[in-house]
């Protein structure tokens, strides 16, 4: 039986869990974690869920993904599902939070950014989650996504994805407007 923690609006722990595939009680919210690796050639690796996966099954998504469990911060269930899913230890000094979607849905998905040189042959892929990873670049992902191969994101989702990796905040170099 898998738990997770509940989160007021204002993500503050409530103090009570709900089991996986119950509804997520109105007025609370339970936390996932997305974790996009990046090569130095600024491609994103990807991953194919498992057809044998309850949603989404067969299509492509980013590098990780998943729920914090009971007692996870985000950064530790990051590191964990990355872990997990494509056998990578991550250190917390190598994650870059940089965004945060609160959902419609009583979730708050926190994304991670990782710069990382990895072999996509030699990972260790969690069989129940993930059928095949590859790298692909923004035109190849926006491709899929148009296509419905990959997971219904926005494509400036996508954009953003790509424009944060090489930047620490969302403004460019050349902006200059004071805060």
Known sequence: MELFDLYDSERNKTGRTMERGTPIPTGHYRMVVHVCVFGS?????????????????GMWDLTVGGSAVSGDTSLSAAIRETSEEIGIKLVPDELRRILTIETTTGVF?????????????????????????KWADIDEIKSLVKDGGFIPYHESLIDLLFFMKDHDDARTAQDKTEI
Do not use: C, F, H, N
Request: net charge negative.
């Open 109 to 133: 998905d926190d994304i991670y950014i990782v710069q990382k040189d990895l072999d996509e042959t030699a990972l260790t892929l969690q069989y129940e989650e993930v059928e095949q990873v």
């Open 41 to 57: 050639d600024g491609k994103m690796l990807i991953q194919r869920r498992q057809p044998i996966k309850r949603s989404w099954s």
